[in-house]
DNA sequence: AATCCGTGGGT
DNA sequence: TACCCAAGGAT
């Protein structure tokens, strides 16, 4: 690893600052430093691209402009503005540091790293986005960008996956953050790490810290960061019921408030593929998993959909989905975590497998 | 420390 | 197809 002395730190500064001010982008989260704006923005930004965040970043300011409108919300109503983003623990998270500035804070931020890293979904990363950019504290922002950045200009080979990366990158970069302008140094590593010095195709030549990027100086670029590799996907066989009434409501089932997906909506799901299932199993394992009981007379038809399957990835598991549809003559009574609503409704929080699984079967059904 | 927790885009 | 990648945190 590389150490700067004084003067190159000097330079360093200069030269990032100096780029930063001339070509920084003009980002809906960066029109001010209001911790509510920088908060929301560097949460919607964990492990999900720009691109992807901007429209849910302003739909959720046009429903909640401050931090008192968001603590008042419903949890359900903040999963369904989130939904489709994924990692949907961190909505539950927002809203309960939001509850907790609002209501025991008297709408009080922390205005340290050390006391924002208490609240829910609040870690080291967030922790010192905040600090740096709302309120000026010389803390690092370790992101994506920052390890892959600093791995490089300073030859770091500590594995970023690693248990002792926080602690080896942040000992390297804290040193580097000039006192007056925290908050832009960290955005400025961010909107290099996501230009010239990328992880794929980097363009190091032409990038302003060329002159102090040890790995390009040295033809080594492709070597750095050290990222050990995840390992694949577990395969996964679920059967979707879609329950309707001729009329076109369906049964809508929430998840358990814990686990994958947790508390969103989807049509009931089955563990295995239950293609060749009679309809009398089909209403047993509904009812033990999910506590819905129909009696089989009730059942008017009884339909594959499609001939093949949904797919949808999540980070650790790989799932394939097929569908079968029940028509029953009229809706039964079901539990407090399902509901009858129309096949497409619109009140309630669906993940992207369910629009999946939708979108299947509006292009498979038959009639 | 290792595992869990989403999604969309790129190659 | 099967990976990898993108402004991580909680348990």
Redesign the pocket.
Same mark, same amino acid.
């Given at each position: 690893m590389i150490q700067w002395d004084a003067a190159t730190i000097k330079q360093f500064q200069d030269t990032l600052l100096g780029w930063y001010d001339a070509h920084g982008r003009a980002?809906p989260w960066r029109r001010d430093h209001a911790p509510y704006h920088v908060w929301l923005?560097?949460v919607m930004?964990?492990?999900?691209?720009?691109q992807?965040v901007i429209p849910y970043y302003e739909r959720w300011l046009a429903h909640w402009p401050t931090l008192t409108d968001l603590a008042a919300a419903d949890e359900a109503a903040v999963l369904k503005e989130w939904a /489709?983003? #994924?990692? %949907?623990?961190r909505a539950r998270?927002l809203l309960k540091t939001a509850q907790i500035i609002t209501q025991e804070r008297g709408g009080q931020w922390p205005t340290t790293a050390a006391g924002l890293k208490q609240l829910? /979904?609040? #870690?080291? %990363?967030?922790?010192g986005?905040v600090a740096s950019i709302a309120f000026g504290e010389p803390v690092p922002a370790i992101?994506?960008?920052a390890y892959?950045v600093f791995a490089r200009l300073l030859l770091i080979d500590t594995d970023i996956r690693s248990?002792a990366a926080q602690r080896v990158f942040r000992a390297a970069i804290t040193p580097l953050i000039p006192q007056d302008r925290p908050g832009d140094f960290n955005?400025a590593v961010?909107d290099l790490?996501?230009s010239y010095m990328?992880?794929?195709h980097p363009d190091s030549a032409h990038s302003p810290v060329a002159a102090f990027d040890a790995a390009y100086q040295q033809g080594v670029t492709d070597q750095y960061p050290v990222?050990s590799?995840?390992?694949?996907p577990v395969a996964k066989t679920y059967t979707a019921l879609v329950l309707t009434t001729p009329d076109g409501q369906a049964v809508w089932q929430q998840r358990p408030s814990r686990?994958?997906?947790?508390s969103l909506w989807t049509w009931p799901l089955l563990t295995g593929d239950q293609r060749a299932a009679t309809v009398p199993e089909l209403l047993t394992q509904l009812a033990a998993a999910h506590a819905i009981t129909m009696a089989s007379a009730a059942v008017l038809r009884d339909q594959s959909v499609g001939a093949g399957s949904v797919t949808?990835?999540?980070?650790?598991?790989h799932w394939t989905v097929y569908l079968r549809h029940l028509t029953l003559a009229a809706p039964t009574a079901l539990p407090a975590n399902a509901r009858w609503l129309p096949l497409a409704q619109q009140t309630l929080a669906e993940?992207?497998?369910q629009r999946k699984m939708a979108a299947y079967y509006n292009k498979n059904k038959t009639d």
């Open positions: 980002l923005s560097e930004l964990q492990q999900t691209g720009v992807t /489709g983003l #994924g990692y %949907y623990s998270n829910p /979904g609040i #870690g080291d %990363y967030v922790a986005a992101d994506g960008n892959r248990g955005q961010m790490g996501s990328t992880a794929k990222k590799a995840k390992k694949k686990g994958l997906l947790a949808h990835v999540f980070t650790h598991q993940p992207t497998l």
